[in-house]
């Protein structure tokens, strides 16, 4: 069955320091996401991509969040400096562009430590 | 505010018990609810509820929605070991998921 994959599954990093997260979602979806879930938290959303375009984001994606469709898999998500507050689990997730298709799959999550 | 509440937040039972999973929500534009089931780490699929009243069922689990109470249930029956996780619900509004706390389910043997 298809999945969703991300890499790397762990990055440490210094703060200040820019990461990028990779996501390949599944191969026939269209609409891509990226969640973040603090440790103790819920998972909370950060932003929305469809048809290379951003379609929603949440106040937690400030400017210093990018995301990027490089190429027809990859789906990047980048911090540009990064903050002590950003360690986290970062979970991409995709689903198809069709009516009544809701359901979002999620990937195994980056854990992103920040010291 | 969307907000998306989930009850109990922890949950401990021993295998056989049968367990029902509270979610409440109030979201603008609400147009679906999701269970997942998170082990380890990727939040995984279990149910997608658009209609009130219609009962999804997969093997011991299932699941209803009531869009006029705005709530919803997750059943499982005769728990095994393998159940226990965190059970997350989560609404769609626009194209976000508003994820509630979950509940954390501990079986015991």
């Known amino acids: 069955e298809p999945e969703v994959t991300q890499t790397p599954s762990h990055q440490v990093t210094q703060m200040g320091q820019e990461v990028i997260l990779r996501c390949v979602p599944i191969s026939n979806h269209l609409y891509f996401y990226w969640y973040r879930q603090i440790l103790g938290q819920k998972v909370e959303f950060l932003v929305s991509f469809y048809n290379n375009e951003i379609s929603e984001k949440s106040e937690i994606f400030d400017d210093q969040f990018s995301v990027e469709r490089p190429d027809g898999s990859n789906f990047t998500l980048k911090i540009r400096s990064t903050k002590l507050e950003d360690s986290a689990m970062y979970f991409c997730?995709?689903?198809?562009?069709?009516?009544?298709?809701?359901?979002?799959?999620f990937g195994p999550g980056t854990r992103l430590t920040v010291l | 505010e969307d907000k998306v509440v989930q009850s109990p937040l922890s949950l401990v039972v021993h295998e056989g018990d049968t367990v029902t999973l509270n979610c409440s929500y109030e979201?603008?534009?609400?147009?679906?609810l999701l269970w997942y089931k998170q082990e380890k780490k990727a939040p995984t699929f279990l149910f997608m509820l658009t209609s009130s009243g219609i009962e999804k069922k997969s093997g011991r689990l299932s699941s209803i929605l009531d869009k006029k109470e705005l709530f919803s249930i997750l059943n499982i029956t005769a728990t095994q070991t393998g159940d226990s996780a965190i059970y997350l619900c989560?609404?769609?509004?626009?194209?976000?998921?508003?994820f509630g706390e979950g509940t954390q389910l501990t079986v015991n043997p």
């Open positions: 979201v603008t534009n609400f147009r679906s």
């Open positions: 997730a995709s689903r198809k562009l069709s009516q009544g298709a809701d359901t979002q799959y």
């Open positions: 989560a609404c769609i509004s626009g194209s976000r998921l508003t």
